[in-house]
């Protein structure tokens, strides 16, 4: 459904030559001819983050080691979000599992590592407790033969996303680097967990002496151990299984999170849009990937994280690893739900005080997203000040007078995201005004997909662009 919008606010209507192919267990190599790494099924993706799968060095405390014991959300044989906090007291085995998501571009693949507790605990203080625990990480790994090549890693805690270098290169973009990635027998990026909050960081001295002088390692398997004990300085270790995030449950029965994530109602997985069901101390308090958002990193929004992995790298980094042959182009990425394809903008009025040319740029929102999540695109990403009118401007990230980051590793048109559909996609063309609010120019709200790659008349500017639901 398309809306044409002639007032502003809510919407009426609401270099690799080389591919892999998994045979028995082995790669066999080929020529692709079109210099693109490419897998093709499941099973491929499964290989590969077993390959780069991290050693998680989980503190624990001895109060109660069992709420520092990673796992299944369906644990407890159930994937009601409600009864975790209670169920975790009443399992005698914890198995351990880690969630992954593979989504690949042209030029890489980003691998994610989704890591749920039952508990997130304090002994003593409640505002520090909430039912179930969700946290991850992030690889960026090049498509350069063979598993690849590491290029970077991030990371959540408690809301903030923290990156690590491992390429050489690599500087600071719209957030600062905060270390750089160690890697265990030459492909599992070291990763710490912290005890009861259970936020997620590159490896430092905490991996090399438990703090506390208690921990336990968890390492890629073929089994989900449940862990016996949580003391010892590192020496305990146990091996986790991998499910896919998309998983339907026919592999092991286990089902993945994005394959759920309509699952939402009182007794369901989920609250809201992105949020786990849970009632104890605080509710729905934890949250998925495709919701995750860090408010002070730059041009990154609401999802990236799990949506548009390669937006997040080239915002929050820079550096020869990422200045070129980075593609935005998804050539396989199951877990997104729109992609936004912008062509070029024109502005039709002089908007500006005393007749002056308009500086258009495209904000495009989400409408019925979570509070603080409805922004997909604003002036950050692309401005044209002082436009002809009747003249057609090129959109590109960065491009002309953008009022974000300037420079990307491709010439990026695109952008992905997830929103919970049916969504309401208004795309709105306003003219920066620097002395008072900005002045709207027309919109138009989409639910759905829509080709206006020929344009579209919005009032006082036009635009090209197509939106996919996917």
């Known amino acids: 459904m398309v809306i044409f919008n002639p007032t502003p606010g809510r919407p009426a209507g609401i270099p690799a030559v080389l591919a892999i192919v998994l045979l028995s267990g082995c790669f066999a190599e080929y020529d692709t001819g079109n210099n693109l790494f490419e897998l093709s099924n499941d099973d491929q993706y499964r290989d590969l983050a077993e390959h780069w799968a991290p050693r998680l060095y989980q503190d624990t405390d001895d109060s109660y080691y069992k709420g520092e014991y990673i796992t299944n959300f369906n644990f407890d044989g159930d994937y009601n979000g409600k009864n975790n906090w209670a169920n975790l007291a009443n399992v005698t085995s914890v198995p ?51 598993y690849g090549s590491l290029v970077a890693l991030e990371t959540l805690a408690h809301s903030r996303i923290y990156q690590y270098a491992y390429a050489s290169g690599i500087v600071s973009g719209t957030d600062n680097v905060d270390g750089t990635v160690r890697l265990y027998d030459g492909s599992h990026p070291e990763i710490f967990i912290e005890a009861k909050g259970h936020g997620v960081y590159g490896c430092d001295s905490r991996c090399d002496s438990a703090p506390g002088g208690d921990g336990i390692v968890y390492y890629a398997g073929p089994t989900a151990d449940s862990p016996t004990g949580g003391s010892g300085n590192w020496t305990r270790e146990y091996s986790y299984r991998l499910i896919a995030m998309d998983a339907d449950g026919s592999f092991d029965g286990n089902e993945g999170l994005w394959h759920r994530r309509y699952d939402i109602c009182d007794t369901c997985t989920f609250g809201s849009w992105g949020a786990l069901r849970g009632d104890d101390y605080k509710t729905n308090a934890a949250n ?110 960065g491009g002309h007078n953008a009022e974000g980051q300037t420079h990307f590793g491709d010439t990026v048109s695109k952008h992905s995201f997830c929103r919970e559909a049916p969504a309401s996609i208004e795309v709105a063309v306003y003219d920066s005004d620097g002395v008072d609010s900005d002045d709207y120019m027309g919109s138009i709200a989409i639910e759905g997909s ?13 635009i090209k662009f197509v939106l996919t639901e996917h």
Not at 100 to 114: D, K, Q, R
Not at 450 to 457: E, L, N
Request: proline share 5%; hydrophobic share 30%; net charge negative.
């Open 450 to 462: 829509a080709d206006f790659s020929s344009g579209i008349d919005l009032g006082d500017a036009r």
């Open 96 to 146: 351990a599992h880690v969630y992954y998501a593979v989504s690949e571009t042209e030029t890489h693949y980003f691998i994610g590592y989704y890591i749920f507790h039952p508990r997130d605990w304090h002994e003593c203080l409640s505002l520090d407790r909430h039912e179930n625990d969700w946290e991850g990480a992030v690889l960026a790994v090049a498509k350069d033969g063979g």
């Open 288 to 397: 998925m990937p495709w919701f995750w958002d860090d408010s002070n990193d730059g041009q990154s929004y609401a999802g990236d994280f799990g949506c548009n992995p390669a937006m997040l790298f080239d915002v929050h980094l820079s550096g020869t690893p990422l200045d070129s042959n980075f593609s935005h182009t998804y050539i396989n990425h199951p877990y997104r739900t729109h992609t936004i394809d912008i062509d070029s903008v024109r502005s039709d009025k002089n908007r500006d005080p005393f007749g002056g040319r308009s500086d258009i740029y495209v904000r495009v929102i989400a409408h019925d997203s979570p509070a603080g999540t409805d922004k997909v695109l604003d002036a950050d990403a692309w401005k044209k000040n002082s436009a002809d009118p009747g003249t057609w401007y090129s959109f590109r990230y």
